[in-house]
């Protein structure tokens, strides 16, 4: 029994149903709220500095801010991409609760935030921090989404058709090169902001491997037996003789199906 079912026998019950659909309608809730009172955002983000002075709302509300609202884009263009952005999240979402059930997914966006804050906090306040982690949460779920459903066929642009898994390991780019290139902080933060997906897929990605090393080394040392070099290809059925034990030996194969040298051969 892995870790995940342990937790989800004892505390199943904490589950919330519908989880990713209600924080998408947040989302939306708190892009109106922007548009009203544009201040108003500056409450919620992710701040560690004012958490530590009390604010302890802001370990949650965080999630509820769309990343758009700090994007410089169009008042036009950004209804559009808020409902492509909300409506991919409840599509993820969906399909996620649908593969897992209500506490997985729960227990792994949990973990999700939990790793957020922790790269919150190592990274120091200022809201910069908050807005940058939150989107590590979101592109965990993604990533965990293209994990399940690797051969899942999404339009990107509404035009062009690719797999899930594809468009994945395409937005892995940018991360993999800020673990390489980036400082020591921003590598810290983008392993820690990750670590649900790392706890849930680790282990059976280490253990998958093992398994195939294993059927890999078990394949090699059978085809070692099944194929000696010194194996002969004739041996007669009566005397046991090979081309080995004599070179001029001749051997025919009978009507019974044995095969026998010309001393021993049936009549």
């Known amino acids: 029994m892995s870790w995940i079912d342990w937790l989800e026998a004892r505390l199943g019950f904490l589950g919330i149903p519908r989880l990713i659909q ?3 309608l947040l ?11 544009p201040v108003s955002i500056s ?5 560690p500095a004012l958490v530590m002075h009390g604010q302890l709302w802001r370990l949650v509300s965080y999630i509820f801010i769309p990343k758009i609202v700090f994007q410089n884009l169009s008042p036009t263009v950004q209804p559009l991409f808020l409902f492509i952005y909300l409506w ?4 993820i979402g969906d399909a996620l609760e649908q593969a897992w059930g209500p ?4 227990l792994y966006y949990v ?5 957020v804050t922790i790269a919150a906090f190592f990274l120091g306040s200022g809201t910069n921090a908050g807005i940058d982690t939150t989107f590590f949460l979101n592109v965990s779920l993604f990533y965990a989404f293209a994990t399940l459903f690797p051969d899942m066929q999404i339009y990107v642009l509404f035009v062009i058709p690719l797999r899930v898994k594809w468009v994945a390991l395409i937005s892995l780019v940018p991360t993999l090169l800020a673990l390489l290139f980036g400082p020591l902080v921003t590598k810290a933060a983008i392993v820690i902001s990750l670590l649900n997906y790392f706890l849930f897929f ?3 990605a280490f253990s998958q491997a093992r398994q195939r090393s294993s059927v890999q080394k078990r394949r090699i040392k059978f085809a070692a037996k099944s194929l000696p070099s010194d194996e002969p290809l004739h041996r007669c059925a009566v005397c046991k003789r090979t081309e080995v034990d004599g070179p001029d030996l001749e051997f025919r194969v009978s009507r019974d ?3 026998y040298c010309l001393e021993h051969l049936p009549k």
């Open 22 to 24: 209600m924080i998408a």
């Open 27 to 37: 989302n939306g809730l708190v892009y109106v709220l922007h548009l009203l009172q």
């Open 43 to 47: 409450l919620l983000t992710l701040q």
């Open 88 to 91: 991919f999240m409840v599509w």
């Open 103 to 106: 506490f997985r997914l729960t």
């Open 111 to 115: 973990l999700g935030m939990i790793g």
């Open 202 to 204: 680790g282990p059976t």
């Open 257 to 259: 199906g044995q095969e």
